[in-house]
């Protein structure tokens, strides 16, 4: 894997986004590249065909202390706009056949959040999530409510899966297309 290229891409891409907390596949291969998509589309098969994620019962999630976990979902419940660090980070599970890909793609974020870092440190927060609430307090302010619903067993996880991920279509809705302002937030 060409991390270098992978990186270059990222800075070359990442101003056109007016949000970088949620993303599709479609955006993650536009900000690094195909061979990172593709790398990623093998792990997520690998995943799905062992049961690696779905079945570890949220152990990353919780050591992360992303707001939107709760034993009751079957996944993530952002997963298809889920954040960089999230879709870059893989566990130990992974380290029989994949280990030095997933040892690139935490290269790649690390050089990613470095060249951040020095260029414009503003959009470090966008960057270092989970938890979300640095980033978007006005997002997990809204998604809190539904998440601790499933926690506390008084709403279900499907309903409460289908809330949330209307919510944060909002949110990218909203700020995806926009421009950004110094300090690296979105504005209209």
């Keep these: 894997m060409d991390k270098g290229k992978a990186i270059g891409t990222f800075l070359a891409h990442v101003d056109r986004h007016g949000q970088l907390l949620l993303l599709t596949d479609a955006e993650m291969e536009e900000l690094f590249g195909r061979e990172v998509a593709s790398i990623l589309a093998e792990l997520e098969r690998f995943s799905q065909e062992e049961n690696v994620c779905s079945g570890c019962g949220g152990d990353c999630c919780r050591d992360i202390g992303c707001e939107l976990y709760a034993p009751g979902f079957d996944r993530c419940p952002i997963y298809q706009v889920r954040p960089i660090v999230c879709r870059l980070h893989f566990c130990h599970r992974f380290d029989g056949a994949y280990k030095s890909m997933v040892i690139e793609l935490r290269d790649i974020f690390l050089g990613c959040f470095r060249a951040?870092?020095?260029?414009?440190?503003?959009?470090?927060?966008?960057?270092?999530?989970?938890?979300?609430?640095?980033?978007?307090?006005?997002?997990?302010?809204?998604?809190?409510?539904?998440?601790?619903?499933?926690?506390?067993?008084?709403?279900?996880?499907?309903?409460?899966?289908?809330?949330?991920?209307?919510?944060?279509?909002?949110?990218?809705?909203?700020?995806?297309?926009i421009g950004r302002s110094d300090d690296g937030t979105a504005s209209p």
């Design 116 to 177: 951040v870092e020095l260029w414009n440190g503003a959009y470090l927060k966008w960057l270092d999530v989970p938890p979300l609430a640095g980033a978007a307090p006005e997002l997990v302010g809204g998604l809190s409510v539904w998440v601790e619903g499933v926690r506390k067993g008084t709403l279900e996880p499907g309903q409460a899966v289908g809330l949330i991920r209307r919510q944060a279509e909002e949110y990218r809705n909203r700020y995806s297309h």
